[in-house]
Nanobody
Framework: QLQLVESGGGLVQPGGSLRLSCTISGDNPDLHAIGWFRQAPGKEREGVSCTSGTGSWKKYADSVQGRFTISRAPAGTTVYLQMNSLKSEDTAIYYC???????????????????WGQGTQVTVSA
């Protein structure tokens, strides 16, 4: 399993931007896809984005497509989520998670992510 720590959350106005970071430690992080999930109060956790172990393959939820960009540093030990054009509905706790395999699970199946960070709060409000 990996150890993951998120950072970069905060308060931002609608239309603004934030960049979240996920710092990864453990053996062979490039053998694990990394996903970003979020959970808003009273709602179920949802998958936001995922990148493969090499960082060459990426996927996004429809709700963030075109606004969020996931990237992975060459060493594989940091994954970023650049969030632009933020909306109030993006308010949530954001978690990064390490997948069992190097490829992203279909439909962000959370059962296939076995390492989770503690989360970072993102609040979009005027």
């Amino acid at each position: 399993q990996l150890q993951l720590v998120e950072s970069g959350g905060g308060l931002v106005q609608p239309g603004g931007s934030l960049r979240l970071s996920c710092t990864i430690s453990g053996d062979n992080p490039d053998l694990h896809a990394i996903g970003w999930f979020r959970q808003a109060p009273g709602k179920e956790r949802e998958g936001v984005s995922c990148t493969s172990g090499t960082g060459s393959w990426k996927k996004y939820a429809d709700s963030v497509q075109g606004r969020f960009t996931i990237s992975r540093a060459p060493a594989g030990t940091t994954v970023y989520l650049q969030m632009n054009s933020l909306k109030s509905e993006d308010t949530a706790i954001y978690y990064c998670a390490g997948a069992v395999h190097a490829m992203c699970p279909v439909n962000f199946q959370s059962a296939l992510f076995n390492s989770w960070g503690q989360g970072t709060q993102v609040t979009v409000s005027a």
